[in-house]
């Protein structure tokens, strides 16, 4: 394949963002330092996929029942995640007649390359609104957490005859404002080569919270004396909110996995030998294996304690706040995990419009390209970019305000889950992979891959029609 599993690099490898030949990128791929490894990369993966996602699992199984849940949750999605992942990380050094490979920053550079310069700018749009609508989630998650904390504060200074009195008010958004503006500063970090160190404490955070809820879960399960919900899942009214809201669900559950947006990002940041391309594999089986565990047991535990009345966040459930202090620090380590997890789907964003502006405004050095050293007491220099400030904290504040807009969990997260599922983690990996091993149409993986695309742009139709209504619905109610 023209060198893809080649670990070696060659001398003056040329890298092409936009171009196959462009002189500034070449320099500044020669400045890149790639020091990631198999655990910084796990690390990565785990940051981007176990985040918001997770709370609402319960509520998903809850919604499908004891069969299709399960199913759903611990054995097709990420089987096929995993099967798509593998297939896009092949596609990172791409042939070259002339040098052999060169290395794919993106996953918009890379289908521009295999794809062709109309498909790379309708992909870059759609995934830049991904990204946005994905941190969009993550500040509405934070918001949840904070206020889950600030109810348990009171119910823990007044005791349980004042319970029904500690209401925390519904407006999230000085939670939000809170959140996003810690974030502004965060953006500030130069790219994802320079944040290892957040992906590795988000994990952290990211396991901490995850096992809270399960052994809360599990511990309401031994004290109930008995495992709760059926087969088909929580009723509905009638069949047509049955179905709008198993959409939700399986959107919900479309959210929780996929992270090939980011896979390429991530693959960029790994050194080689060994070759990027298995280290990589290898760092997605593990880290879709924990997290699939991670899941099953979350979402299990959660529905067989609450059944018809699981919640859609696990961790702001009343039940449990007589286990004060280890639920405020659960919602704790919540919001410090997605101080990472935000910036994972920020930063390539950032890097994207950095490049174009670089690009097209090379002798712009007033504010495009113009860079300030700043020396603060008792702090090390650091280099002041103004429109990497400005963009950066632009980006940030949008997502803020929409989060206040729009501050429904559950429906958020179907939502973007569905529009994620199918073009980014199916189809776009999956016409790469043609391309790329030249797959001939009409040949028995030709057809299996295409039947496997049409039923998961099913899925993808079937949770955004969910999430929408629920959405309608409920601005409107």
């Not at 944040?195 to 096992?211: C, E, N, R, V």
């Not at 980011?262 to 089986?285: F, G, R, V, Y």
Request: a neutral charge; charged letters at 15%.
């Amino acid at each position: 394949m023209g060198g893809v599993d080649n670990g070696e690099e060659p001398e003056a490898l040329p890298f092409i963002v936009e171009t196959l030949s462009c002189s500034h990128d070449q320099a500044e791929e020669q400045l890149i330092q790639r020091n990631g490894d198999l655990r910084t990369a796990i690390a990565h993966i785990i940051t981007g996929v176990i985040g918001a996602g997770v709370l609402s699992l319960p509520w998903s199984v809850a919604q499908l029942g004891w069969i299709a849940g399960p199913v759903l949750l611990g054995v097709v999605f990420p089987t096929v995640t995993s099967v798509l992942a593998f297939l896009l990380c092949d596609c990172y050094r791409y042939p070259d007649p002339e040098v052999g490979h060169f290395r794919i920053k993106s996953y918009p550079q890379a289908v521009k390359l295999y794809l062709g310069e109309k498909w790379e700018q309708i992909c870059t749009v759609n995934v830049m609104i991904s990204f946005w609508f994905t941190d969009v989630a993550y500040l509405i998650t934070t918001a949840s957490s904070i206020r889950a904390i600030e109810k348990l504060i009171c119910y823990h200074r007044e005791g349980d005859e004042a319970f029904n009195s500690c209401t925390v008010q519904e407006d999230s958004s000085y939670q939000t404002i809170i959140f996003g503006a810690v974030q502004i500063m965060l953006s500030q970090i130069p790219d994802m080569h320079n944040m290892g160190w957040l992906s590795i404490f988000a994990t952290i955070m990211s396991f901490s919270y995850s096992t809270i809820a399960i052994v809360l879960g599990l511990s309401q399960v031994l004290e109930n004396g008995s495992i709760k919900g059926n087969i088909s899942g929580i009723p509905a009214a009638n069949l047509t909110e049955k179905l709008f809201i198993a959409f939700e669900a399986i959107g919900d559950i479309a959210f929780a996995y996929p992270f090939t947006l980011i896979l390429l990002n991530i693959q960029d940041t790994l050194k080689s030998p060994p070759p990027e391309n298995q280290t990589m594999k290898k760092a997605t089986t593990i880290a879709i294996s924990v997290t699939t565990l991670f899941y099953l047991c979350c979402a299990s535990f959660g529905y067989a304690a609450f059944g018809d009345a699981t919640p859609g966040n696990l961790l702001t459930e009343p039940a449990f706040f007589h286990h004060f202090w280890l639920l405020a620090f659960a919602n704790a380590c919540v919001v410090l995990h997605l101080l990472g997890g935000y910036q994972i789907y920020s930063q390539p964003v950032f890097s994207i419009v950095e490049r174009w502006t670089r690009r097209n405004y090379p002798n712009n050095n007033v504010f495009m390209n113009r860079q300030s050293s700043i020396k603060l007491p008792m702090l090390p220099a650091f280099k002041l970019h103004p429109f990497r400030l400005c963009f950066r904290t632009a980006f940030v504040l949008s997502t803020t305000y929409c989060a206040v807009l729009f501050p429904y969990f559950n429906q958020v997260l179907g939502l973007i889950g569905a529009l994620n599922f199918w073009p980014f983690a199916i189809y776009f990996p999956l016409e790469m992979f043609f391309k790329q091993r030249k797959i001939r149409a009409w040949t028995r993986t030709w057809i299996a891959f295409r039947v496997l695309s049409f039923v998961c742009f099913l899925v993808t139709v079937m949770g955004c029609i969910g999430s929408l209504e629920r959405i309608i619905s409920t601005k409107f109610s």
